[in-house]
């Protein structure tokens, strides 16, 4: 380009700008609303930026966090010499494997590896709590550390009361103080109603601000283990090469203020990590969709704007003005308002993250954040597609106000471009290739690939937008005044109606295809389903201190659950473990040993080409009949055959013969192919907690296949085959085979009614998975049709404030003053309508080849995995068959019914 050319564009461009500015600020109502749908997501975008970007700490942040005034943290990880990075984060074992250390550590011993003059104290980080909160047993997150020691004290902030300073007080967040209804200097018992603390204090964590109990070193709680503590150290110098060096010999990392002296630091700062290919192709079409939807909403404000100004326009291109010059003039109208909505947007949403910071810290995050501080990348970027959405939006129009002619212009005529049958040829063939995209990609299984052609089909059918319109307005011929009225000029004024119905097309093909996935995802959970009991059945086991009491007989125990649950049977139930003498570290695991020829011999996770897969999936024995429950969770157990029914819910005639089985010495399985000839194999190993195996056994016991149970994977022992595989039957609860579930309020009277007896916890099989999925439904239609009420309000306004003259003619002719309300009224559902319908289809056909996609994948894996069924969101639907009945009343009662009669001056 020549330098008379660039600078002829440049002016071209400042007096585009300029008529801009002035049309702005003469369309003051029009130019407020594009404002308004430019600003609200720049707003809400920068709002979310903002606060991520304060609730990420950086790397100093946390550290400071962590170590409040102390020098460093010492962790204990591992038995062995250890190699750490920088700052402590990771470590990996000089020679071989990492031993973990699983040993108490003691102060003398962190003691010894420290500089002369260097003092220490511990933090254990997070241990159970179990209180009474309700009737009902409540497990609190609790931290113990000593907040007398200055440098414990400088990680907490006293909001109230002092610091615990005796085994017998504690100190609560302001969540556990409202959670727990006591004040400071109330009482808190435990849940076994055996020790009571008192509440001296309240105290906040910057790391956590939940609900959290902060207990004295010398309370009596869970026993402490190595890991999920850490120690603090006050040093009488900086940390230098020698003691990390001394440290990580002995297995112990060091974080400190500054690299660890001797060891590799990382180059980032650990913030933010650069997602992988898929995410960001996923994230960039999500963003091009929202995108989207910004255009199709703000694109009739400026379609009308462009026919109001159309004898300016013509001025313009007899003053010598071209079409570019036209075009320009229009383009600029998107920049400078897009550049408007998105300075606004953009202070709007850093001041709304500042001053709404402690909300997001106490009900999002959860913590506190780190400095004030904006995302100065992640704002240019929401600024400029801000402005790009402008300039999209003002595209159209553009095109449209420079093929205008100007002799009708000049006259205020208004001249109704032809359509073209390319678009429709344009939006068929990009809908016809993003079914095509999708379709490979369900083959395929690329998400990416899936999602690009749910976006080309999505574009294609808004280019198809236009026809159908004008097929609609064909067929309303036969339709009364204002509905035939409606259509005409949704036909006749294409360039606004056609991006509103899209932009409700858009969201609600949207919120229907999520909200089927959801619901679909919620009916497999459903079938997935397997109870580890009978559903309504209970199961009865201790809380309170670690080392529990012996538990009462089973009579007692009966007496009182059948004064609340009548017919109730009620057994003990005890768990193999190691028998005497053990190591306290020792625990024992016993499992039912599948024949060599019944066993699968394919490995699920070497099993990864397509030849093994097939293989696997036709070969019977890799199809177990039974598998692990998802309730509760009970794999062995020691029983004589009273706690049968309770457990397996199978008939009295499989449990009479399962219960002999049991008597004679041997052991009861639900897997037939466990048992060979009427014998089963049992095996147990002995480990440490370090993972080593210090003893093992087999046993071929008298084995029965349980049959007409649940199908859950169950291995009972009796007593005396216990004994023989050096195991030891210890009571683990009582199982409850009750008449009929019981409700809430039987099962608090329950619990109260055991406490005098016995600290146990009722627990009820539930029949089916606990779903939320309602909520979210309901939040997809709300969201979608909260566009859709928008979209077709701004629409109608537009075509009420375009259709001035139409209405005038009416009033003259006679009409009725109702005749404004119904012929809004049909705008508005024209708009809204066919909006919704298409969407809805939209979005049922996308959800259908998601699905359909991952039911192709799941064919193919092994392990077997169900298969999504498809699931109408009924609660979506219903919301959105009645936003456009909504978005036609509101039409109607924002729209006054006088027509006023105008002089038309020619």
């Known amino acids: 380009m020549s330098r008379d050319r660039l600078t002829g564009a440049l002016g071209s461009w400042r007096a585009a700008l300029r008529i801009a500015r002035r049309e702005a600020l003469r369309a003051r109502g029009r130019t407020a609303l594009v404002l308004a749908m430019i600003t609200l997501p720049v707003l809400a975008l920068t709002f979310v930026a903002v606060s991520a970007d304060m609730a990420e700490l950086t790397r100093a942040e946390r550290i400071e966090r962590r170590l409040g005034t102390a020098d460093a943290e010492l962790r204990w990880v591992a038995e062995d010499a250890v190699t750490q990075e920088a700052w402590g984060e990771t470590y990996w074992a000089r020679q071989g494997e990492a031993v973990t250390r699983t040993r108490p550590v003691a102060a003398a011993e962190v003691a010894t590896l420290l500089p002369a003059g260097s003092r220490a104290t511990e933090v254990r980080w997070w241990v159970p709590f179990d209180v009474r909160v309700d009737d009902r047993n409540e497990t609190f997150p609790a931290r113990v550390l000593d907040l007398t020691d200055p440098l414990a004290r400088s990680l907490v902030r006293l909001r109230a009361g ?26 808190v018992r435990t849940a076994d109603g055996s020790r009571a603390y008192r509440v001296v204090g309240l105290v906040e964590f910057a790391d956590d601000l939940r609900e959290l109990v902060v207990l004295h070193p010398d309370a009596p709680v869970a026993p402490r283990e190595a890991s999920g503590g850490s120690w603090l150290v006050d040093l009488p110098g900086p940390v230098d090469a020698a003691l990390v060096d001394r440290l990580n010999r002995h297995g112990v990392t060091i974080s400190s203020r500054e690299p660890a002296p001797g060891t590799e630091a990382p180059g980032d700062d650990g913030r933010f990590a650069l997602p992988d290919a898929e995410t960001a192709g996923n994230a960039t079409l999500v963003g091009g969709l929202a995108l989207l939807e910004v ?270 649950l009548a017919g109730a049977g009620v057994a003990r139930l005890d768990v193999p473990v190691c028998a005497a003498p053990r190591q306290p570290d020792d625990y024992c695991v016993v499992d039912a040993v599948v024949p060599p020829d019944r066993t699968c011999p394919y490995d699920a996770e070497a099993s990864n080409s397509p030849e093994l897969r097939r293989r696997a999936l036709a070969d019977s024995r890799c199809r177990a009949p039974v598998r692990a429950p998802d309730g509760i ?230 392990p077997v995995e169900s298969p999504y069924p498809l699931v109408m969101p009924w609660p979506t639907l219903g919301v959105l068959v009645l936003v456009p009945l909504v978005a036609m009343l509101g039409a109607a009662l924002f729209t006054r019914s006088r027509l006023a009669v105008e002089r038309r001056l020619d």
């Open 295 to 564: 255009v199709l909403l703000v694109g009739p404000a400026f379609a009308v704007g462009v026919r109001r100004r159309r004898r300016d326009l013509a001025l313009v291109a007899v003053a010598g003005g071209d079409a570019v010059h036209l075009r320009r003039i229009v383009l600029a109208d998107g920049l400078v308002l897009g550049g408007a909505g998105a300075a606004l947007g953009l202070l709007l949403g850093i001041a709304a993250a500042f001053a709404g910071r402690p909300l997001v810290e106490q009900y999002v995050i959860q913590a506190r954040s780190g400095g004030y501080r904006v995302f100065p990348a992640a704002l240019v970027a929401i600024g400029a597609v801000a402005v790009l959405a402008g300039l999209l939006a003002a595209l159209a129009p553009a095109w449209t106000a420079a093929r205008q002619d100007v002799v009708d212009g000049l006259a205020g005529r208004r001249t109704v471009p032809p359509h073209r049958r390319r678009w429709l040829v344009i939006g068929v063939a990009l809908t016809g290739l993003g079914a095509a995209t999708a379709a490979v990609g369900a083959q395929r299984g690329g998400q990416l690939v899936i999602l690009t052609g749910l976006v080309l089909g999505e574009l294609g059918l808004v280019f198809t937008i236009p026809t159908l319109i004008g097929l609609f307005a064909r067929a309303g011929r036969m339709l009364p005044l204002s509905p035939r009225i409606a259509l005409r000029d949704a036909s006749r004024n294409r360039s606004s109606a056609a991006p509103a119905i899209s932009a409700v097309m858009a969201a609600v093909a949207g919120s229907v295809a999520l909200g089927a996935y959801v619901a679909s995802d919620d009916a497999r959970a459903r079938a997935d389903w397997l109870p580890g009991m009978p559903p309504g059945h209970v199961l009865l086991t201790p809380s309170g201190p670690t080392d529990p009491q012996p538990l009462p007989a089973t009579s007692a125990i009966a007496d009182v659950v059948r004064a609340e």
């Open 633 to 862: 969770h009970l794999p062995a157990v020691v029983d004589d055959g009273s706690a049968l029914p309770g457990l397996t819910g199978a008939p009295p005639q499989e449990v009479a013969a399962a219960a002999a089985v049991l008597r004679a010495g041997g052991a009861v399985v639900t897997d037939p192919r466990l048992v060979v000839d009427g014998r089963v194999t049992v095996s147990t190993s002995r480990l440490a907690d370090s993972a080593e195996v210090r003893a093992t056994a087999t046993r071929t016991i008298p084995g029965y296949a349980l049959r007409g149970g649940l199908p859950v994977d169950r291995l009972v022992l009796s007593p005396a085959a216990a004994g023989q595989l050096d195991l030891a039957a210890e009571p683990t609860g009582y199982v409850v085979d009750t008449v009929a579930p019981p409700s809430a309020a039987q099962r608090d009277r329950l619990a109260a009614a055991l406490r005098p007896v016995a600290p146990l916890v009722p627990e009820v099989q539930q029949e089916e998975p606990a779903s939320d999925q309602r909520p979210v439904l309901l939040l997809l239609a709300v969201g979608s049709g909260v566009i859709t009420v928008g979209a077709a309000g701004v629409a109608t306004g537009l075509a009420a404030a375009e259709g001035r003259r139409d209405l005038s003619t009416l009033a003259a002719v006679g009409a009725s003053p109702r005749v404004r309300r119904t012929l809004s009224l049909c705008q508005a559902g024209v708009i809204a309508g066919l909006g919704s319908v298409l969407g809805i289809l939209a979005g049922l056909g996308s959800a259908l080849i998601i699905l359909v996609s991952f039911n192709r994948q799941y064919a193919r894996s092994w």
């Open 162 to 187: 002092r610091v615990p300073a005796a085994p017998d007080e504690i100190a609560l967040s302001d969540p556990a103080r409202d959670r727990l209804d006591v004040r400071v200097g109330g009482m």
